[in-house]
């Protein structure tokens, strides 16, 4: 995979190099990374940095050593849906990642209650919204179960979030053709708790009834120079690893 050289790198910002390729799909789980010397003649760096630079990916899980092949890029490193999804879309173009794929689309409209949900969006409890659900999987094993709320508005300029199939586009951007206004992403957060039965059964988890399994959840909001556009959260399976942002 070509690359611009840099010169003057440190190992972190050669393993940052990397790792945004990794995350992002350019590189796919398997894809050879460059030889040491390669990387050495591109970049303009010491032997020792990149070899430090590969530890970290390693040590992260991004990378393995594989013989004959090289540096290469491990299979399903990490999970990355969300906010994230948007980011990446916005560098290359890609929804879904190397073997990533999703399942179990449903689209419904429902009065919401959950007090977080309202004051993020604004809304009175019992106001209608329409929520988006879905299952990321990695393959063809879920990773993680997506649920997108948005307020009547924001339906109102982009009806294709009331409709019951795939977005072709993500919804910011159709939402800022429509209406001139920019989209901001607000501060995701992310917290622990026991998951429902609901997302049990959608991750696949066989558990004994009444048992508690703890998954993490991230949440964040959307919104214009007005109001809140919409609610993101991801419910992630247990053992999932995701990468944070800066």
Known sequence: MPFKAQEGKGYA????HFRTQITSGELAPGDSLPSVSEIRERFGVAAKTVS???GVLKAEGLVTSRGALGTVVAKS???ITGADR????EKNGR???PGETSSDHRVIRRS?????????LDLEPG??????IRVFRQDDKPTSVGVSIYPPHTVDAVPELGEDRRMVQQFNTLYAERTGRAVVTGQRTAHA???SQEELDALEIDAPPHSAVAVLVTTVTFHDEERPLGYWEDVYAPGSRMPLSD
């Open 77 to 79: 490193p990490l999970v």
């Open 127 to 132: 106001d209608e919204a329409v929520i988006r």
């Open 13 to 16: 910002d050669l393993a940052a």
């Open 193 to 195: 708790r026991q998951a």
């Open 95 to 97: 929804r879904y990642a």
């Open 86 to 89: 948007l980011s990446r879309m």
């Open 52 to 54: 430090r630079a590969l």
């Open 112 to 120: 919401v209650h959950d007090p977080e949900v309202c004051a993020a």
